[in-house]
């Protein structure tokens, strides 16, 4: 698509082409994700962001901006960094600090993997959902 190629033309004019993928859709989410030591989702707009789900299901390390429902599966400094929208600066810091400490990446994977399957398993998330529909009808 449009915005695809203009993302790919950026990292080539930019010198980024051999540390930046950019990935359109795949059925082979878990082995794309799998490849990444890191996965950035600093969008300015998410209502719940089903990318930094799917990173952090795979045991891939995530940093995000604070925007919509991301916060609900980043724990700052525990699943993963959030940077403020807009904020190039803080993005750069959060990505400074994850790429130059390896137990950080570590534990942020590991943690992140077992909060996501622990917190949005099938089982949790029915039982909010009944919740939420019998508050309706009460």
Same mark, same amino acid.
């Given at each position: %698509?449009?915005?695809?190629?203009?993302? /790919?033309? @950026?990292?080539?004019?930019?010198?980024?082409?051999?540390?930046?993928?950019?990935?359109?859709?795949? =059925?082979? *989410?878990?082995?794309?994700?799998?490849?990444? %030591?890191?996965?950035?989702?600093?969008? %300015?707009?998410? =209502?719940?962001?089903?990318?930094?789900?799917?990173?952090?299901f795979?045991?891939?390390? *995530? /940093?995000?901006?604070? *925007?919509?429902?991301?916060?609900?599966? *980043? /724990?700052?400094?525990?699943?993963?960094?959030?940077? !403020?929208? @807009? %904020?190039?600066?803080d993005?750069?810091?959060?990505? !400074?600090?994850m /790429?130059?400490?390896?137990?950080?990446?570590?534990?942020?994977?590991?943690?992140?993997?077992r909060?996501?399957?622990?917190? @949005?398993?099938?089982? !949790?998330t029915?039982?909010?959902?009944i919740?939420?529909? !019998? =508050?309706?009808?009460?």
């Open positions: %698509d449009e915005y695809k190629q203009t993302l /790919i033309r @950026f990292a080539e004019e930019n010198g980024l082409s051999s540390s930046v993928e950019i990935h359109g859709k795949t =059925s082979e *989410v878990e082995k794309v994700m799998k490849s990444h %030591d890191l996965v950035l989702n600093l969008s %300015d707009s998410e =209502s719940f962001s089903r990318l930094t789900l799917e990173a952090l795979y045991g891939v390390p *995530v /940093i995000a901006t604070n *925007v919509g429902g991301t916060n609900e599966m *980043v /724990i700052e400094g525990r699943t993963g960094l959030l940077a !403020k929208p @807009f %904020d190039v600066e993005m750069y810091v959060a990505f !400074k600090k /790429i130059s400490n390896d137990s950080l990446r570590v534990q942020m994977s590991e943690e992140g993997y909060f996501v399957r622990e917190e @949005f398993s099938n089982e !949790k029915v039982t909010r959902l919740k939420v529909y !019998k =508050s309706v009808n009460a």
